[in-house]
């Protein structure tokens, strides 16, 4: 391949003639796929609803679902952790400490 990069055309033509037909089924996918995308983006620009495949449909699906996640007060969870289980573990620690030290 050349430094310039070659046209769609001049490519196709270095193909064999074997390959014409896959050549041409993909271009029609890519055709339709582009339609299809289009034709979902218009729609949903019309209305309220979030782009197909964006986190903000994938969010409106999950609240339409009812999914709960649980907890979502990280910081508090946080703080429970260094209150009760860290300090059990740091306490264990001194004891294997002591432990040793005898």
Known sequence: MSAQRK???????????ELEGEVTD???FLLEKRTK???????????????PGSPALLA????EANINTGET???TRSRE????????????QINDLDDDAK
Do not use: G, N
Not at 60 to 63: S, V
Not at 81 to 92: F, H, P, V, W
């Open 37 to 51: 995308f289009q034709t979902q983006l218009d729609s949903s620009t019309d209305s309220d609803s979030p782009l």
């Open 73 to 75: 007060d990280i910081s």
């Open 81 to 92: 952790i260094l209150e009760s289980e860290y300090a059990d573990y740091l306490t264990a």
């Open 7 to 17: 046209s769609l055309e001049q490519l196709v033509k270095e193909l064999p003639p």
């Open 26 to 28: 993909f271009v029609l």
């Open 60 to 63: 409106q699906l999950a609240r």
